[in-house]
């Protein structure tokens, strides 16, 4: 059964890559916005299976790669308070501040401590309630309404040693700035697909309605991309962009209500500054007024600034597609993913680690 399974993806793979090569006419770029679809580009070698004018830029879907040098230092600095227990996902950690990372505070013996789930902060407050315990909210419509909920439920628990430091960003919006920057000439969109569970296709109309570019909503796997792609390349030729859903069996045109309802209750849009494409006008997530006493940065004063990347690194314009990872001088020389010196290479999402794990020069 395995087996046939096998050979009918086989088959498919061949069908859409031959329809591919019918479809595109025209030198396109497309952009997929989801450092999901950026590995599973590269781990499917999906480029090698496309026709020659067609170009695949990765663009600024990992919400780690895109968190600005100044919450880092932000971070750093609280974790450097001894009344302070620092909690975040682990791929945090190694992202390089101005002069140190949260990875090399946590080997000087501060509390640094790293969470599968927001909800385990919780009970390390509860744990420790002479100490503050700080999350490190980071991402994008996915993970924000987990936060929200953990937000929602330190309130019902009366956990007020706990508070939430705030870096959630919207994708919507950086779509927006992206198609609002004359330096990249981009033709379509890969939408995200697990973003896409939660904010559905809406969203994404404004791409084909007012840029005029079709923007589809996708899968990772090698059959999905391909069809999304097709789908794209059938739009442009024909001159009918619109905003598509080639993700039925996962996502809902509608998303998930509950889910926005939760974030809209506690969160609401905000000004936030992108790594690589500066501040970007209600595309983060602050907390609400009336849940201030778990937001760290109204706590602790701490505000979400950018800051002088490393010199020489391209990280800035790698998020925003206008180069690739071996265009940048740093790539494979000082920056490597053991001694990262920008956030693409941090992040196993992000597009420089996709190009150093996968492509061989």
Not at 100 to 119: M, T
Not at 152 to 164: C, E, P, T, W, Y
Not at 188 to 205: A, D, Q
């Amino acid at each position: 059964m395995k087996q046939t399974e096998a050979f009918r993806s086989k088959d498919l793979v061949s069908s859409l890559t031959a329809r591919l090569a019918q479809a595109v006419t025209r030198p396109i770029k497309i952009m997929e916005v989801c450092g999901s679809h950026t590995m599973s580009i590269f781990h499917h070698g999906i480029r090698d299976l496309l026709p020659a004018d067609m170009q695949l830029l990765s663009g600024p879907g990992c919400p780690v790669c895109v968190t600005p040098q100044g919450y880092i230092d932000s971070a750093i600095e609280l974790a450097r308070s001894q009344d302070v227990i620092l909690a975040s996902f682990g791929d945090m950690l190694r992202v390089p501040g101005t002069q140190s990372s949260l990875l090399k505070e946590k080997a000087a013996g501060h509390d640094i401590r790293v969470l599968y789930s927001p909800l385990d902060a919780l009970e390390i407050a509860a744990a420790t309630p002479a100490r503050q315990v700080v999350f490190l909210g980071v991402g994008f419509e996915t993970t924000a309404p987990v936060v929200a909920v953990t937000i929602l439920d330190a309130a019902k628990r009366g956990l007020n040693n706990f508070s939430v430091f705030s870096a959630h960003k919207l994708v919507p919006p950086a779509m927006e700035a992206l198609c609002a920057d004359s330096g990249l000439q981009v033709d379509g969109f890969l939408c995200p697909g697990h973003v896409s569970t939660v904010i559905g296709l809406e969203p994404y109309r404004f791409l084909a309605e007012q840029h005029h570019k079709p923007a589809v909503i996708a899968g990772f796997e090698i059959v999905d991309i391909l069809h999304a792609l097709l789908l794209i390349a059938e739009m442009l030729r024909l001159d009918k962009p619109a905003a598509v859903n080639a993700y039925p069996r996962a996502v809902s045109d509608a998303g998930n209500p509950t889910a926005r309802e939760i974030l809209q209750r506690v969160f609401m849009p905000s000004d936030s500054v992108w790594r690589g494409l500066g501040l970007i006008r209600k595309s983060g997530l602050q907390i609400r007024p009336e849940f201030a006493r778990f937001d760290a940065a109204v706590r602790f004063g701490l505000k979400e600034t950018e800051t002088q990347t490393p010199n020489g690194c391209s990280c800035g314009d790698i998020l925003r597609g206008l180069k690739t990872p071996p265009q940048c001088p740093l790539y494979k020389k000082v920056c490597t993913p053991q001694t990262p010196m920008g956030a693409c290479m941090v992040s196993s999402e992000g597009t420089c680690a996709a190009y150093y794990k996968y492509i061989v020069d």
